[in-house]
């Protein structure tokens, strides 16, 4: 599974590395730019209340298999079709709804599967994952991009996806249990289950990581959709050149999210969920202010700044999915992980665009206080759930 999900989320930052040459074929704003980025997350969020509706009623297999294919046709209608704004919108979200059918259908595959051990590790590594199919994301794209061109970078990275599918397909046995026959009937409020919802978010320790999942994400996605930008910006203002292409970096950074997610999972279960993610949180705003400031300094200081906000981006990520997986009561636990996924790509859907938004009216790419504001607006976020959740105890529990 874990090389499923890392073939799954090769095209997740195809469009990332394109950015800025869309930009400038089809002259895009920053923000329809970002709204391009946010198309994704889109696509996620209409696609997740059915995906992970269907894993409490079949093998979540089958669902991964079809969210495979959508991803798949949503690369390829983009190297093929895509040729401006609107349609870009379309393919993109269509990858984003492929993503919906594996990412947490994946991980109820595995829940489903594991009868010992700690769920919690298994959760950790998958969720770590998620940062080595984005890290090679950002390197196969960037190598393809140089080389031929970027429709060429969405048509071969749609073999990405389709291996995830045969992954699954091939080598995951489908489940034999009982719970798994019979016919499926599935209706609205099986996909927008809003009773069950209530009942999670009655929760005051589940809604804490669901809602804490929404502005991490919010922060993860903006910050990934702009970050090749942000270097060529950097680049442009010293005149001084990266030690490496800015899209080999951009995956090189991702990667350093990996060992993060898994070793804040650890220091979670040590210290309490609840109080390290407060802390990361912090920490993580700080650093991305930092890293808007550092323009114009060296490569070295910048690429330092970029690592470290990376690792505290991703640090309280695994700990925020085992957190709801471990608080969710067992016959709404599907539910529950249809809301988090909904909410935290919910937040993806709206960090790129605000990220676009702040640099189109705080000046332009090309300003350095623009790119501040444009950090700044996604990263207050973290801040205000961390004062709103210790203000009401939240941050003081010491939940494993």
């Known amino acids: 599974m874990l090389l499923a999900q890392t073939c799954a989320l090769l095209g997740f930052a195809c469009y990332a590395v394109v950015l800025t040459t869309l930009q400038e074929e089809w002259r895009l704003s920053n923000l329809e730019s970002g709204l391009i980025a946010s198309a994704f997350f889109l696509g996620y969020m209409l696609a997740v209340p059915l995906a992970t509706a269907l894993t409490d009623r079949v093998d979540a297999r089958k669902v991964y298999l079809v969210g495979g294919l959508s991803a798949t046709l949503g690369l390829l209608g983009m190297a093929f079709f895509a040729f401006n704004f609107w349609t870009a919108l379309i393919f993109m979200a269509i990858n984003g709804a492929g993503l919906a059918g594996t990412y947490m259908p994946g991980l109820k595959i595995l829940s489903d599967r594991i009868q010992t051990g700690e769920l919690t590790r298994h959760i950790a590594f998958y969720t770590a994952f998620f940062g080595i199919g984005t890290g090679f994301s950002y390197l196969c794209s960037g190598w393809i991009l140089s080389a031929l061109g970027w429709q060429y970078v ?83 203002v010293t005149g001084e050149t990266f030690l490496l292409a800015a899209t080999t970096l951009a995956g090189i950074i991702t990667f350093f999210g990996v060992p993060s997610s898994i070793l804040g999972n650890e220091i979670a279960l040590r210290i309490g969920r609840q109080k390290w993610i407060c802390i990361v949180m912090v920490t993580s705003a700080v650093l991305g202010i930092a890293l808007a400031c550092s323009t114009g300094q060296s490569w070295w200081l910048i690429f330092a700044l970029a690592v470290g906000h990376a690792i505290f981006i991703m640090a309280d990520s695994s700990t925020l999915t085992a957190g709801l997986v471990l608080s969710a009561k067992e016959n709404i636990k599907g539910a529950a992980m249809g809301l988090h996924s909904l909410m935290g790509f919910g937040g993806g859907l709206l960090g790129p665009a605000i990220f676009g938004l702040m640099l189109d009216i705080s000046g332009s790419r090309e300003s350095q206080s623009s790119w501040i504001w444009a950090y700044a607006s996604v990263v207050i976020w973290g801040i205000l759930f961390v004062i709103y959740e210790r203000r009401n105890g939240w941050g003081s529990k010491t939940s494993r």
């Open 154 to 236: 969405f048509g071969i990275i749609a073999l990405g996806p389709f291996s995830a599918f045969l992954i699954v397909l091939l080598l995951i046995p489908p489940l034999q249990h009982e719970k798994w026959k019979g016919p499926i009937n599935i209706r609205l409020h099986d996909i927008f289950p809003v009773n069950k919802w209530k009942l999670v978010l009655q929760d005051k320790n589940a809604s804490g990581f669901i809602f804490g999942y929404t502005v991490h994400s919010l922060e993860l996605f903006a910050s990934r959709s702009w970050l090749v930008a942000f270097f060529a910006f950097c680049t442009a």
